[in-house]
């Protein structure tokens, strides 16, 4: 890899989860119940069916006490701990197996689903188990815990943070996102603008991979050990 790359974004989505067993949003298990992603994660969902929307997220959050990180997770961590130069992990996934594999340079741009957010007062509070709708908030005691997630609709987080660190960017990587979703999939094209090589590591071609210098097709357990073992030599 070229001696020239000091500082690196890495951009993953639901595809670095998939080996761990976490159903993709668009692959063919892409469905919940017959919904599509889009009319389920919306805040007009959140009021027309508080419940489904709080069911299809407790089903999530229970289904990550099933799954552990794989290779592509650890292979991350170890770069987060060994890069000398800057790194940045901005995920679009709302499960925590980049932090159980040990990532701490790390932003969760779509929330989290180990966290409840005041639709009140904006208070978010760490949380595990099953979320009722109507569940208080033990900040400003309003009933309007909701899922910590970014819906279809609202601002990402760290918004600011995240672009300030892909226009530093020398290298920005891209893994198992299939680039349908703004604002994360126009980061390759800011990457390019300021420079910076583009390299998309994904099971098929993306809808962005045009943008790309280099896509290498396969698997997330293969191909991010495979760099991480290139970027560290
Ligand atoms: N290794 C690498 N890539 C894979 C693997 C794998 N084992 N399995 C699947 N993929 C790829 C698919 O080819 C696809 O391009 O991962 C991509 C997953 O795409 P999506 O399901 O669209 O997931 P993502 O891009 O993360 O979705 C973006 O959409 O619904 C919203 O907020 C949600 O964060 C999510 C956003």
């Not at 790359?5 to 639901?14: D, K, Q």
């Not at 298990?29 to 919306?42: I, P």
């Not at 990550?64 to 995920?91: K, R, S, Y």
């Not at 208070?123 to 819906?151: H, M, N, Q, S, Y």
Request: charged share 20%; net charge negative.
């Amino acid at each position: 890899m070229n001696p020239d790359i000091h500082n690196i974004v890495i951009l993953t989505g639901a595809g670095i989860s998939a080996e761990s067993g976490l159903a993709t949003f668009r692959g063919p298990d892409g469905l919940w119940e017959g919904h599509r992603v889009e009319d389920v994660c919306t805040p007009e969902a959140l009021a027309r069916d508080e419940a489904l929307v709080h069911r299809f997220y407790d089903e999530r959050r229970a289904k990550l006490a099933e799954v552990q990180p794989n290779a592509a997770h650890q292979a991350l961590a170890a770069l987060d701990a060994q890069w000398p130069g800057d790194l940045l992990i901005v995920t679009q996934n709302v499960d925590d197996l980049h932090e159980r594999a040990g990532a701490t340079r790390l932003i969760h741009m779509h929330g989290e689903l180990k966290s409840a957010l005041c639709a009140a007062c904006g208070k978010a509070v760490p949380w595990a188990a099953a979320l009722p709708p109507g569940t208080p908030c033990d900040g400003c005691r309003k009933p309007a815990l909701r899922p910590d997630i970014v819906f279809f609709g609202e601002m990402p987080y760290e918004m600011d943070r995240i672009d300030a660190a892909v226009r530093d960017a020398d290298l920005f990587v891209s893994i198992g996102t299939s680039g349908a979703v703004y604002p994360a999939a126009g980061f390759v094209q800011t990457a390019r603008h300021v420079g910076a090589r583009t390299l998309e590591l994904n099971l098929d071609p993306s809808a962005g991979s045009i943008y790309f210098h280099e896509t290498r097709l396969g698997p997330a357990s293969a191909l991010v050990p495979d760099l991480v073992r290139e970027l560290l030599a």
